[in-house]
T-cell receptor
Framework: AQSVAQPEDQVNVAEGNPLTVKCTYS??????LFWYVQYPNRGLQFLLK??????LVKGSYGFEAEFNKSQTSFHLKKPSALVSDSALYFC?????????????FGGGTRVLVKP | DAGVIQSPRHEVTEMGQEVTLRCKPI?????LFWYRQTMMRGLELLIY????????DSGMPEDRFSAKMPNASFSTLKIQPSEPRDSAVYFC?????????????FGPGTRLTVT
């Protein structure tokens, strides 16, 4: 079975400060990990993914995420947050060993960046 | 590419009526997913197709829900009869096949309100 947890319902950060959104996962094999962002009244947009290779993954809009196998984590980070980063963020996982290609999504973390 | 196309964008209907949601995936994508998003339950996978064949419909809540994919460029999600608790935003997403390492591309969603 595959599962993912986003322990924070909401993260508040001041503009210009670093932003971190936490994600932990559970799979029986190796994970494929994804981050998505959802702006109000929009569909989910892909930000970045980890498949294999370098543990630090860079994505869209200045976001990056670090895969940590020992801690089973894939936290999303941005060095300097913008007000426009305020949105709902979803982490998702797929077990490499699992049949099919469905993703399991976390519950989402709402990010509020204050000016 | 136009991305994933969903119609209608908004649907308001009365309890007991039939509702049909439509989706056109990105050309060349072989996997199609239907999700439902509510405040209470978050993002839920309802059903997904690979090569037009339903693979996993375990998320379909009741027999009132049905989904079809008659060809590679069109899918429908039908609710008959609709109930107020079906009110939600329904998303369609598509992705290429190939081991599950590909990200999913989401449509803009259909906001369904059942009164």
């Amino acid at each position: 079975a595959q599962s993912v947890a986003q322990p924070e319902d909401q993260v508040n950060v001041a503009e210009g400060n670093p932003l971190t959104v936490k994600c932990t996962y559970s799979v029986s094999g190796n994970p494929y990990l994804f981050w998505y962002v959802q702006y109000p009244n929009r569909g989910l947009q892909f930000l970045l993914k980890y498949i294999t290779g370098d543990n630090l993954v860079k994505g869209s809009y200045g976001f990056e995420a670090e895969f940590n196998k020992s801690q089973t984590s894939f936290h999303l980070k941005k060095p300097s947050a913008l007000v426009s980063d305020s949105a709902l963020y979803f982490c998702a996982v797929r077990d490499f060993k699992a049949a099919g290609n469905k993703l399991t999504f976390g519950g989402g973390t709402r990010v509020l960046v204050k000016p | 590419d136009a991305g994933v196309i969903q119609s209608p964008r908004h649907e308001v209907t009365e309890m007991g009526q039939e509702v049909t949601l439509r989706c056109k995936p990105i050309s060349g994508h072989n996997s199609l997913f239907w999700y439902r998003q509510t405040m209470m339950r978050g993002l839920e996978l309802l059903i997904y197709f690979n090569n037009n064949v339903p693979i996993d419909d375990s998320g379909m809540p009741e027999d009132r829900f049905s989904a079809k994919m008659p060809n590679a460029s069109f899918s429908t999600l039908k609710i008959q009869p609709s109930e107020p608790r079906d009110s939600a935003v329904y998303f369609c997403a598509s992705s290429p096949l190939g081991g599950g390492a590909h990200e999913q591309y989401f449509g803009p969603g259909t906001r369904l309100t059942v009164t």
